[in-house]
């Protein structure tokens, strides 16, 4: 039989994880790297980064734009609190592509502008 969580605990499951976002004097932030952990750009958290979840969903707040890129090619990204402890890691791909997080090209040039428009975590059921 598999496990399946009430709402109730997909909720404080996915609350749980991107509180830890939060943990320090400051805000996280969402970086997006290279497969050997490379940033390629940074992105800044509001503090809170997350609302409340619903339904097993936390929505992120604002999040500021890095507007000078490292730059490099995009595989996945990874959230820090901010003390730089990581929190997850996720797949990213381009648009379509059925990654964690989707972007519109993996390819950014040292100075572009990275933004993210919009970002949810999900707890599943199962």
Do not use: H, W
């Not at 509180?19 to 509001?46: I, K």
């Amino acid at each position: 039989m598999a496990v399946t969580l009430e709402t109730s605990a997909r909720n404080a499951a996915c609350d749980g994880v991107v509180d830890l976002v939060d943990a320090g004097a400051g805000a996280g932030t969402l970086q997006f790297e290279t497969g050997a952990d490379v940033e390629v750009a940074t992105c800044t958290f509001s503090d809170p980064a997350f609302g409340a979840a619903a339904t097993g969903t936390a929505t992120a707040s604002a999040i500021t734009d890095d507007t000078s890129a490292t730059g490099g090619t995009v595989a996945q990204a990874s959230f820090y609190d901010s003390n730089t402890a990581k929190v997850l890691e996720c797949s990213v791909t381009a648009t379509g592509g059925g990654g964690d997080i989707e972007i519109s090209s993996l390819t950014v040039g040292a100075g572009d502008t990275v933004s993210v428009s919009s970002l949810t975590v999900t707890m599943p059921a199962t």
